[in-house]
């Protein structure tokens, strides 16, 4: 489980959330029943799955609809300027329709196209079928009967071939030979007399003919997520936050009326990236703050950083989105923005002259090849107005690490906890602390979670462990009940065991650093310093995804120790409230920092 508000790492959308539980698989909630495996077919090279193929195997198969002869593709339709995903057949165009349920593959409208072509003025010879039962159609005039009726009837009727654009009439074919046919909205059927029924009745070879027609030179190729790994994805998203997200009202949103409405979109996403970013626009409707989508290349960005290993070009800063703002969390030490004097509490505004408005964007206006610059527009707190910085790329290792330091002319430490987002952090700050204990006495240490953002709620218990020999950490509130959060015994500090505390936060101070704060003041183990947290305490749990994705589900919310008591949209209130510009302050001068120290001190 994790605690932690998304944020962007300067150029990279990464999310980092706070508190984590064990990853869960998501199961997709299938439509009709669990789409058919991928078949290639060799006669064409092309491969079929999910609702077109599901469709084909239903309505004919090969006698009826050809083999596929391209890959699907979105086309825009010629009869309403709205795109849909395709797939070119030898006998037909089947477009996916959101819309009409079960499968949602309807034909493509080839019939109108071709008959307007072909017969501008009508086909000669027409001759309405006046067999027992035929049907008149006054939507279009033209009469069905027979034969042609039977077949209607049982593929698919008017949702699947359409109304009757003509009577039947004789037209000779491609082969030369001359046949009874119908037009239809979306077909041609076609007698065939000499073959055994259901065969004797052929829908003509519309497809091919049109795929020549819209694309001379080769038919579309593959490209990216096919059609039935769209929608297995998209389901399982949805169905993981319709069973398990902790807010039962979805926060507003229609839940079921998102389940229909989103459909069509993400299956004509122009690629992979769009349709990605849509399933991510999806989960930042709930606007709790926490849950997101992460794409595949994400995931691995996620997980790189959490083991500490995440490298790449850009210039070293972690960002958070505000809002319409992109403020900067954290700076690399050593990294190209740290050197080219970027602050905390920054605001890039600009890069490169492009407005920055969300953290998602930042990544890739930002990142870039080794060597090359980027100008920043930043807005920092204090100052009247922008400046620009150019920074020069680099690579760049993207880590955050727990540091602790003596203040000069004192005996307190000074403890900077960046993230709980890293795994093995709690060790790191037990083993600073033990290396500076060893060179002198402390007389207590301050804890600075100003700019932590949460994390890992592993991590969290641990480092509360080291300050607190066991106990309450607060509860977990689910939908199916509650569970008790325990502080590890045994593994508290010996150095600093009855020791005074001092705890800074700020509004950056988020999810599991908030519930540091708050356990720590409940347990009167330490006091708390600066300006209100985030408010941002939601659990967050971990759900691997079909093709590499993550969703980040927002599934408990957090009780202090009383359990009852809420800090959600609240936030933990300092016991010494100081309100102060300090991030306008070298470290040395931190007032902050200053005041705690001599809190410490007994000043």
Known sequence: MRT?????????????????????????AGQSSDPPAPTTFPQTGQTAGGPFLRYWQGHGGLAQQGYPISA????????????????????????????????????????VAAYQQKYPSGAPGQVPNGAPGATLFPQTGHQLGGLFQQYWQTHGGLAQQGYPLSEEFTERGADGKARTVQYFERAVFESHPENAPPYNV??????????????????????????????NLFEAVWQTVHDDYIYRDYRGLNWDAIHRDERQPLAVAADDAAYYGQLADLIGKLGDRHSAFLNPDDVKEDDALQQGTLHFSGIGVFSQDLGGKVRVVAVVAGGPADKAGVHAFDVIQAVDGTPLLRGAD??????????????????????????QITITRADVTF?????????????????????????????????????????????GVVIDLRQNGGGLISELNAMLGLFIDGGNAGYEALITGRH????????????????????????????????F??????????????????????????????????LMLAQATYLRIDGKSSIEDKGVVPDIPLDVPWYESPPAADPQILAAVAHIQGK
Do not use: C
């Open 362 to 387: 930042a990544p890739h206006l930002i990142r870039g090849p080794p060597g090359t610059p980027v100008t920043l527009t930043i807005a920092r707190p204090g100052e009247p107005a922008p400046r």
């Open 484 to 515: 008790e959060n325990r502080i590890p015994s045994g593994q508290a500090l010996t150095a600093l065991r009855g020791k005074p505390i001092v705890v800074l936060t700020s509004n950056a101070s988020e999810s599991a650093s908030e519930r």
């Open 517 to 550: 704060a708050a356990v720590v003041q409940d347990t009167h183990r330490a006091l708390t310093l600066g300006t209100t947290t985030a408010g941002n305490t939601e659990t967050v749990y971990s759900h691997d995804l079909p093709q590499g994705a993550r």
């Open 399 to 443: 880590a955050l690490y727990a540091t602790a330091r003596r203040r000069p002319g004192t005996n307190v430490a000074y403890l900077d906890l960046p993230t709980f987002d890293t795994f093995g952090i709690s060790d790191e700050a037990a083993a600073a602390l033990k290396a500076l204990a060893a060179t002198g006495p402390l007389d």
């Open 4 to 28: 932690r508000r998304p944020f962007t790492l300067a150029l990279l959308a990464l999310l980092l959330l706070t508190l984590t539980a064990p990853m869960s698989h998501a199961q997709p």
């Open 202 to 231: 052929l829908l003509t070879r519309l497809g091919a003919t049109t795929l020549s027609v819209h694309y001379p030179t080769a038919a579309p190729t593959a490209g990216g997520l096919p059609l039935a790994d769209r929608l």
């Open 72 to 111: 699907e593709t979105v086309e825009t339709s010629t009869t309403n300027g709205k795109p849909y995903r395709v797939q070119y057949f030898e006998r037909a165009v089947f477009e996916y329709h959101s819309e009409v349920g079960a499968d949602g593959v309807l034909l493509a409208l080839l019939g």
